[in-house]
């Protein structure tokens, strides 16, 4: 649905756009009101009435299709039908009095398909457009806010039933201001009033909780991407060669990255599209094609943005960076069995996933041994896994040399494994809220 569905209307000088479905909305002196469900009762009671009327029509429709089928299968043919009422004395006026009565109640059962669909359509519209308000309002936006973010709503999948669900979907929010974003810079070409959008667009994401992704969150447009991010640039013709670059900005209309190094090189190599990579840690590896907008001779590039990425997850768990007691000990296999060696040793995690830990020991172990591990989860201690080794790194710090081992869980208890993904899951909350 495009502007083409959208009217305008002005109001002490200030332009709304509004979609059709919201114009009704509209009062005499530009005051823009909601659907009238005063209550969530309310709405209920229609939806219920809309679920009985829709049933009854489902009903009929269906029982007046069996009828047929047996009125099909008891006469093959209309000559046979004729036959037959030509055999009971049944005259030609009675013929079409009984064609007209059936087609009367056919078109009694379309007139009240049409009728119920209608019906139901206009109250599940009403709800949408009550659930669009209470969502306005609990982001407390402005007018000129609610404006543009009804303009992006017009690009919704069938916006007057289902608009209300751009509070809920960051990607349906994603794909409907990619192509509203795309309309506009079709028909605006003044830079000042492209960053007047720009603000507004951005002041909206921020209310509407979409400016920091949760971890669980995938990335879903390259607006999701944050100052200061890495990314590797490639050349659509070569992309052996890699150049590294760091985001500088990100608007809601382009964004911006610097190069570390050889600006120049990727300049003269031209094309107006190039592959971005980058990675989102505890997420995955991500690749986008995107269109260049301009170089700049700060070196920078302007890049325009697109939701066309692809997701690469190299991790099964999330990971948390954080530091926990933990007690290990060394494993040794004799046969079929395993028995421990020595003494259980402290340590205490850099980081831990539902796979896995990075151990810090002042004492290194081998790549290859195994150990059996006890975490201080707060709250739930868990222990006895049984862990294997990957990678031993060495660390000069203050306190002399530590070494991070990076270690995988080879074994462990189910409920073990869920408990430590909870803990992630409820600090990555925690830490998002206190942002």
């Not at 669980?216 to 890495?230: A, I, M």
């Not at 203050?398 to 080879?410: A, D």
């Amino acid at each position: 649905m495009g502007y083409g569905a959208m009217r305008r209307h002005r109001c002490g000088g200030e332009c709304l756009i509004m979609p059709t479905w919201c114009w009704r909305n509209i009062t005499a002196d530009g005051v823009f009101v909601m659907a009238d469900v005063n209550s969530t009762g309310g709405g209920a009671i229609n939806a219920a009435k809309t679920t009985n009327s829709v049933g009854v029509c489902r009903l009929v429709r269906w029982a007046f299709v069996i009828c047929m089928l047996f009125a099909v299968a008891a006469f093959p043919d209309v000559a046979e039908i004729s036959k037959s009422f030509r055999d009971r004395g049944v005259g030609l006026g009675t013929i079409i009095g009984i064609v007209i009565f059936l087609g009367t109640v056919v078109g009694f059962l379309i007139f009240f398909y049409v009728g119920s669909r209608r019906k139901s359509d206009k109250i599940q519209e009403e709800l949408s457009s009550k659930l669009f308000g209470d969502g306005c309002e609990r982001a407390r936006l402005t007018r000129e806010e609610m404006n543009v973010l009804l303009g992006i709503v017009a690009f919704a999948p069938d916006p007057p039933t289902k608009g209300h669900l751009i509070f809920e979907s960051l990607p349906l929010y994603e794909r409907c201001l990619d192509v509203y974003i795309e309309h506009t810079l079709r028909v605006q070409t003044s830079a000042g009033r492209i960053e007047e959008q720009d603000d507004i667009l951005l002041r909206l994401r921020k209310k509407m909780g979409y400016a920091i992704l949760s971890p669980e969150q995938p990335v879903v447009s390259t607006r999701n991407l944050s100052v200061g991010q890495k990314v590797s640039i490639f050349v659509s013709e070569n992309k052996n060669d890699a150049f590294g670059a760091t985001v500088t900005h990100v608007g809601e209309f382009w964004f911006t990255v610097r190069l570390l190094e050889d600006f120049m090189g990727i300049v003269s190599l031209g094309g107006r599209e190039k592959i971005l990579a980058f990675l989102r840690q505890g997420d995955a590896a991500y690749s986008v094609t995107a269109r260049v907008k301009e170089y700049l001779q700060s070196g920078e590039i302007s890049f325009f943005h697109s939701i066309k990425l692809s997701r690469n997850q190299h991790r099964q768990y999330m990971r948390l960076d954080i530091s926990l007691g933990l007690r290990y000990t060394l494993l040794t296999k004799i046969g079929e069995e395993d028995k421990p060696l020595g003494e259980p040793q402290i340590g205490h995690t850099a980081d831990i996933s539902g796979g896995g830990v990075c151990l810090v020991a002042k004492t290194p172990l081998r790549v290859g041994d195994e150990i059996s591990l006890s975490i201080n989860i707060p709250g739930s201690a868990v222990g006895g896994i049984k862990s294997k080794v990957l990678k031993v790194i060495a660390v000069d710090s203050r306190g002399g040399t530590q070494y991070r081992h990076l270690v995988q869980f080879i074994s462990i208890e189910p409920q073990q494994r869920e408990r430590i993904v909870k803990y992630i899951f409820d600090k990555h909350r925690e830490m998002l809220q206190m942002r």
